[in-house]
T-cell receptor, first 112, second 113 residues
Framework: NAGVTQTPKFRILKIGQSMTLQCTQD?????MYWYRQDPGMGLKLIYY???????DKGEVPNGYNVSRSTTEDFPLRLELAAPSQTSVYFC???????????FGPGTRLTVL | AQSVTQPDIHITVSEGASLELRCNYS??????LFWYVQSPGQGLQLLLK??????LVQGIKGFEAEFKRSQSSFNLRKPSVHWSDAAEYFC???????????FGAGTILRVKS
């Protein structure tokens, strides 16, 4: 099992550009999450999904969109990148029957 | 509202010394508590978790944590720190079957030789 994989590892965007952060898990987990991590702020939940076709907002959803067409994939979309979206983004997943989340290695995004 | 406070932003300990990282939480229901570790450039790895039962829980890498309901605390401890323990540590709280974890701001551990 590869676990939770994220691509790309690093990306620099210009203000107003768009991009999609990819997240894939091969553990057949129902739940998937997107977090952003800013220095001194811990992790903040952006969006989450409890299964294919079902998504919901977390604490900081503005400026982001998600979709969940398959169990394995949970991409995060930035439509109009802003400097405030400079952060490290983590994807995580867990099985319905447990409370332990498994994290990917992260994507470091810089918006200039 | 749920919240997690990790009072120490940075902690430096000598290799071989004991360690305690503090975590205080605010939660309306019975909390599920977690400690995660993040090594530089890596994702978060679960160290240990508390759901119920024995309030002293053992985790990986020789870590343990004690749940104290009266103090709303879930402090992480290790009797003898190794240089490889240098990392950032996050405490988190959630609810049984809940969809969300609330994370603390993290504590950066430095180990000096």
């Amino acid at each position: 099992n590869a676990g939770v994989t994220q691509t790309p590892k690093f990306r620099i965007l210009k203000i107003g550009q768009s991009m999609t952060l990819q997240c894939t898990q091969d553990m057949n987990h129902n739940y998937m999450y997107w977090y952003r991590q800013d220095p001194g702020m811990g992790l903040k939940l952006i969006y989450y999904s409890v299964g294919a076709g079902i998504t919901d907002k977390g604490e900081v959803p503005n400026g982001y969109n998600v979709s969940r067409s398959t169990t394995e994939d949970f991409p995060l979309r930035l439509e109009l990148a802003a400097p405030s979206q400079t952060s490290v983004y983590f994807c995580a997943s867990r099985h319905r029957g447990t409370d332990t989340q498994y994290f990917g290695p992260g994507t470091r995004l810089t918006v200039l | 509202a749920q919240s997690v406070t990790q009072p120490d932003i940075h902690i430096t300990v000598s290799e071989g010394a004991s360690l305690e990282l503090r975590c205080n939480y605010s939660y309306g229901a019975t909390p599920y508590l977690f400690w995660y570790v993040q090594s530089p450039g890596q994702g978060l790895q679960l160290l240990l978790k508390y759901f119920s039962g024995d309030t002293l829980v053992q985790g990986i890498k020789g870590f343990e944590a004690e749940f104290k309901r009266s103090q709303s605390s879930f402090n992480l401890r290790k009797p003898s720190v190794h240089w490889s323990d240098a990392a950032e540590y996050f405490c988190a709280v959630g609810a049984l079957g809940g969809n969300k974890l609330v994370f603390g701001a993290g504590t950066i551990l430095r180990v000096k030789s």
